[in-house]
C-alpha cells in the first residue's frame, strides 16, 4: 500500500468547499497545517467568521474526506477561529456603510422570480423582529419597492449638507427610485450615471442607526451588482429563484459572481413553489418541483423557504403593504417570519431567537 502523504490530503482537500462558496478550502487558504503519521492525519484549519455553524460544517466535511481516503485509519480537524476584519467586505476595496451593522443582498439570476416581493417582505420580518431595518431598491429601471410600500406620492427631502432623509413606512426606512420619478416616467441612465444613482443610494443616504439595510438588487449580474459588490461591504446575500431550470441556470450565476468577490450566499429562497387550491387544499407545482432545494444542496446553503403563490400576497403587495405586515397570520407571512430569524441566527451568532 502506497504511503499517505501531505501532498494527497491536500489533493483531496480541494474536493472541499467552503460553505455557501464554489471554491474549495485549499484555494481560500484555510489550511495551515497537515500531519501524517502512518494512517493518522491531523489537518488544522484557520477560519475567520463569526457564524458557529461554518467551522462545523468544515470538520464534518474534511473529516469525512480524509477518513474515506486508502490507507486512513483517523482523521483529527483542529480548527482555529479567528474574528473577520470589523469594517472589511470579502471583497477588496469594500467599506461598511456608515450606521449600518449588516448589510444582505438580495439578488437573482434573471426577473419575474419576485425577488423584490421577497426583499420586501424579509426587511419588513426583520423589523418586526425587532431589528432597526432599512431597505434600499437598488433596481434604478425597474423600482418596485415604493409601490410594495406605498410610498410612490411622497418624495425623500435633503439635508443642507445634501444628504438624502429616507422615507419611513412601517417603522423600514426606504429609498427607492420609484419614489423620486413620476408613475410613468421611466430612468432613462446610461451605465455610469447608473453606478453613480447606485452609490447616491448607498453612500449620500441617511440609514444611520440600522441593524440591517437590505439590498434589492436587479436581475442578473450587470453594473449595479458589480457596484455593490466591489463597494459595500455585504454581510452576505439572499438568492431568489423559481422551481424550473430556466431560472436556476440564472441563479448559479448570481450566486458564481458573490463567491467571485468572497461574498457569503446565506441561502436560497424558491418562490412561485407550488399553488395550494383554495377549495381542496391541494398543492400544484406549476414551475416544477425541488429545484430550489437541489440548489441550496448544490451550495450547501440552507433553503431559507419555499414561498406558494398566493394571490393575498400579491394584493397586499399592490396595496402598498407587505404581507408579513397586512397579514402575519397567513402562510407566507410566516414563512418570511422564519426567514427573517434564521438569517439573524446566522448573520448575529450569538443573538437569541427573537
Not at 439570476?109 to 423584490?116: H, M
Not at 449638507?161 to 413606512?169: A, D
Not at 429609498?175 to 421611466?186: E, K, Q, R, T, Y
Not at 406549476?286 to 400579491?314: M, S, Y
Request: hydrophobic fraction near 40%.
Amino acid at each position: 500500500m502506497p504511503r499517505l502523504s501531505e501532498a494527497d490530503i491536500i489533493d483531496r482537500l480541494r474536493q472541499v468547499r467552503f460553505p455557501g462558496y464554489s471554491r474549495d478550502i485549499v484555494s481560500f487558504g484555510l489550511v495551515r497545517e497537515i500531519k501524517v503519521s502512518g494512517g493518522d492525519v491531523l489537518v488544522r484549519l484557520n477560519v475567520a467568521t463569526n457564524n458557529p455553524a461554518v467551522p462545523q460544517q468544515l470538520k464534518t466535511d474534511v473529516e469525512h474526506a480524509v477518513r474515506g481516503m486508502v490507507g486512513v485509519a483517523s482523521a483529527k480537524v483542529v480548527i482555529d477561529i479567528s474574528n473577520p476584519p470589523e469594517t472589511g467586505g470579502a471583497a477588496s476595496g469594500t467599506t461598511a456603510i456608515p450606521g449600518v451593522k449588516y448589510v444582505v443582498a438580495v439578488a437573482s439570476g434573471k426577473g419575474g422570480v419576485g425577488k423584490s416581493t421577497v426583499a420586501a417582505n424579509l426587511a419588513a420580518a426583520l423589523q418586526q423582529s425587532g431589528a432597526e431595518t432599512g431597505l434600499c431598491d437598488c433596481d434604478i429601471y425597474g423600482p418596485s419597492i415604493s409601490l410594495m410600500f406605498g410610498a410612490t406620492h411622497e418624495q425623500p427631502m435633503a439635508t443642507a449638507e445634501e444628504i438624502i432623509i429616507p422615507l419611513e413606512r412601517y417603522g423600514v426606512k426606504l429609498m427607492s427610485m420609484g419614489s423620486l420619478l413620476d408613475d410613468d416616467s421611466p430612468a432613462i441612465l446610461r451605465g455610469p450615471m447608473v453606478t453613480r444613482a447606485t452609490q447616491q443610494f448607498l453612500r449620500q443616504v441617511d440609514w444611520s442607526g440600522l441593524d440591517y439595510l437590505v439590498l434589492d438588487l436587479p436581475p442578473g449580474t450587470g453594473d449595479i451588482q458589480l457596484t455593490v459588490v466591489q463597494t459595500v461591504a455585504l454581510s452576505g446575500a439572499v438568492i431568489v429563484t423559481t422551481p424550473q431550470e430556466v431560472a436556476l441556470i440564472d441563479a448559479r450565476k448570481a450566486s458564481a459572481m458573490f463567491a467571485k468577490v468572497n461574498v457569503p450566499v446565506l441561502g436560497i429562497v424558491e418562490n412561485m413553489s407550488h399553488f395550494l387550491s383554495p377549495t381542496d387544499g391541494t398543492a400544484y407545482h406549476i414551475f416544477g418541483e425541488g429545484g430550489g432545494a437541489r440548489e441550496a444542496k448544490r451550495l450547501r446553503v440552507p433553503l431559507l423557504g419555499q414561498i406558494p403563490l398566493d394571490i393575498e400576497t400579491r394584493e397586499a403587495g399592490d396595496r402598498g403593504m407587505p404581507i408579513v405586515l397586512e397579514n402575519p397570520k397567513n402562510p407566507v407571512a410566516q414563512a418570511f417570519a422564519r426567514m427573517a430569524r434564521e438569517l439573524r441566527q446566522q448573520i448575529e451568532p450569538s443573538a437569541a431567537p427573537p
